[in-house]
């Protein structure tokens, strides 16, 4: 939980886009648009901008449970998940 | 709290593959998309995969399918560079009658390097003909050589893209 997560920034493109958070992963110097587009809901995006390569991911948490409504624990386990998923994309990386 | 697999069936529109390819190129990367339309047939056909990449990776010169956008109306456009004209360039479409206007290097978001259709890469109007392409382009002469082109035997027309790409 020390450690500190912030998006492959050379690897990817992520922008808000008609109302959706889209990251199009660039693979071999290529943003595919004809292969696998990700988006993030409303509070993935909350996590993603918290990303951001200075917090630590318990420092994280803590922020988004005062934000949110859910049970710390329920929490910690959305937010665990999805940096999992991210990680083993390729779309964030450990600083 | 979760990632998904976008669901993109309807495509990104227009201003937002402008957004895509800006961002894209900014970090020196390629956007491989679908093409659309009939503008640059039949050396581009509508539901070809194009590959563009940024400048200046792969600078605009005479002969290169260029994508650009309006600075007014951002709307993206892939046509072929009939000529550099003074800090801007001439460009057009194969398949169409005028030119789209003259469009400072500014407003070009990358160039055309790969297309593929139905899994084949098709290079035949990338190559050295570009030159002949984009100046028959530019004397208005493209549509007839179009026309000739269909009538000539499949062996001939196979020939000359040999002799074209040797």
Redesign the interface.
């Known amino acids: 939980m020390n450690a500190v997560y912030a998006p492959a920034?050379?690897d990817v493109?992520a922008?808000e886009?008609?109302g959706?958070f889209?990251?199009?992963p660039?693979s071999s110097?290529?943003?595919?648009?004809?292969?696998?587009?990700?988006?993030?809901?409303e509070?993935?995006k909350a996590?993603w901008d918290k990303l951001d390569g200075k917090k630590k991911l318990e420092e994280v948490i803590s922020e988004l449970t005062v934000e949110f409504e859910g049970s710390a624990e329920e929490i910690r386990n959305?937010?665990t998940?999805?940096v999992e998923?991210?990680l083993k994309?390729k779309?964030i990386v450990e600083n | 709290?979760?990632?998904?697999?976008?669901e993109?069936e309807a495509g990104?529109?227009n201003e937002?593959?402008v957004?895509?390819i800006s961002?894209?190129a900014a970090?020196?990367?390629?956007?491989?998309?679908?093409a659309l339309g009939c503008s640059m047939s039949p050396f581009i056909m509508g539901g070809d995969?194009i590959?563009l990449s940024p400048l200046p990776e792969v600078p605009p010169e005479k002969g290169k399918v260029a994508a650009f956008t309006c600075s007014k109306r951002k709307r993206l456009t892939v046509h072929r560079i009939v000529k550099k004209k003074g800090n801007g360039y001439l460009i057009k479409g194969d398949n169409c009658g005028g030119s789209d206007r003259l469009v400072p290097e500014r407003d070009i978001l990358g160039i055309v390097s790969k297309i593929e259709r139905d899994g084949r890469i098709i290079r035949f109007g990338l190559g050295r003909e570009r030159y002949i392409i984009a100046f028959l382009s530019g004397i208005k002469l493209l549509p007839s050589v179009f026309m000739l082109w269909r009538v000539l035997p499949f062996k001939l027309r196979r020939t000359i893209k040999c002799l074209i790409h040797t």
């Open positions: 920034e050379d493109v922008r886009l008609h959706e889209i990251i199009i660039i110097g290529v943003g595919d648009l004809e292969d696998e587009i990700f988006s993030l809901n509070t993935g996590v959305d937010v998940g999805l998923e991210l994309r779309i | 709290m979760k990632i998904e697999k976008a993109n990104f529109s937002e593959l957004v895509i961002a894209a970090k020196g990367a390629s956007t491989r998309m679908k995969i590959t």
